[in-house]
């Protein structure tokens, strides 16, 4: 018998979600060929941005990528257009990812506060994923031993 819940756990664990991997690498990638192979020209770093902000709604980790992106168009534009096509970029990416920061903001009470929080409350307070990344979960070694399998779930 299959037991979604200790696969989905596992999953988590493990640093995969799995559900929103393949089709965010998917856009990611079209994000980075986008970003490489377009012509120095506003709508096209608009339409990057677009692009990356709808990748970013569907995995939060791919803002990590930001600089790397930033490079990339630091790079391919001119430095006169380089102010103005990093606008347009900025702009078209809070276009599409402002409508995950304006539902934090009125469900949580900040724009950067994500539905995460709402996960493992049964955890004490420096476990939970609200705590963000702690000294105690670190120093316990609790994700290097789930998956070495030193600790049963």
């Not at 539902?103 to 506060?113: K, Y």
Request: glycine share 6%; proline share 4%.
């Amino acid at each position: 018998q299959f037991n979604d819940h200790f696969y989905y756990s596992f999953c988590i664990n493990a640093g995969f979600n799995a559900m929103s991997d393949i089709p965010g690498l998917f856009l990611i990638t079209g994000c980075l060929y986008l970003v490489l192979v377009m012509p120095s020209k506003y709508r096209y770093a608009a339409l990057f941005g677009a692009l990356y902000g709808f990748a970013c709604l569907v995995r939060i980790n791919y803002i990590l990528l930001a600089p790397l992106f930033a490079y990339v168009l630091w790079k391919k534009f001119e430095y006169r257009q380089l102010c103005t096509a990093a606008l347009s970029s900025v702009g078209a990416f809070l276009a599409v990812f402002g409508i995950q920061l304006v539902c934090n903001t009125i469900q949580f009470g900040s724009p950067l506060t994500f539905g995460y929080i709402l996960h493992y409350t049964q955890n004490i307070a420096p476990e939970r994923p609200a705590a963000g990344f702690t000294w105690h979960t670190f120093s316990k070694l609790t994700h290097l031993r789930y998956l070495f399998k030193l600790q049963e779930e």
